[in-house]
């Protein structure tokens, strides 16, 4: 983040940090979510901390910005019925907001969970590319991805052996058929492609018992055409 509060800075441009996926998460003493202006988490279920369904925040320290966030997501009005600006529906209802509220006092607990359960991986996957936690920051496993050139049989392989596991976002950015009138090309962004073909996420909720995530890790390292 550093890099880019540096840029928005110069040139006095608000930063929208996207930490939907990384509540609890720090880099250098601060959470994912205060570092911008302002920063945008999600509760859907199967975050860190999920609701019951979808939802979610948006925080800041900026009073006007936190004024018209409101208006946003009520209709653009304080008064009922007198809309001040063009809003929407994006209420958190109160069934969401009561289980988030219990939820949210064992978000800690949970972390810990996933950060053990990283660990024992880290001791037990043998070849593959495994996260690598940066000095100074606190890393919170909403996936912990490997990267592997066979993913596609260690996949057929997981699922022979009753493990789930997923590939995030298969598709870069720049190829996605939204972005089409940009005008990239397969081979624009190598790296964004070979991460898109490599990357493999593991089972890591904080619920896992470490036979569990030996039994994993025996899997992929068993894998018959594993190849790093």
């Known amino acids: ?26 880099q250098g003493g601060r959470r994912a979510g205060s570092m911008g202006t302002m920063g945008c988490l999600s509760f859907f279920p199967s975050k ?4 019951f369904g979808d939802g979610g925040m948006v925080v800041t320290n900026n009073a006007e910005l936190a004024d018209r966030l409101v208006l946003l997501r009520n209709h653009g009005f304080r008064n009922k019925y007198h809309n001040e600006i063009l809003g929407g529906n994006f209420r958190l209802d109160a069934i969401q907001a009561a289980v988030l509220r219990v939820k949210l006092k064992y978000l800690d607990r949970w972390t810990e969970g996933r950060q053990r359960n990283a660990s024992l991986y880290r001791q037990e996957i043998q070849g593959a590319q495994l996260p690598v936690e940066r000095t100074g920051g606190r890393h919170i496993y ?3 991805v490997i990267r592997i ?25 720049h190829l996605q058929p939204c972005f089409a009138d940009l005008g990239y090309r397969k081979g624009d962004f190598p790296v964004s492609e070979e991460a898109a073909r490599t990357t493999l996420a593991l089972p ?3 619920e896992l ?18 190849k790093t």
């Open 48 to 51: 860190n901390l999920g609701g």
């Open 142 to 144: 909403n996936q912990f």
């Open 149 to 173: 050139s066979s993913r596609d049989e260690l996949i057929a392989h997981l699922k022979e052996n009753g493990i789930g596991c997923e590939v995030y976002y298969p598709v870069p950015m």
């Open 209 to 226: 018992t470490p036979e569990m995530i030996r039994y994993v890790a025996n899997a992929v390292n068993l894998c018959p055409t594993r």
């Open 204 to 206: 890591i909720y904080p």
């Open 1 to 26: 983040m550093d890099p880019i509060l540096e840029v928005a800075a110069r040139h006095n441009i608000p930063v929208i940090e996207d930490a939907a996926q990384a509540i609890g998460s720090e």
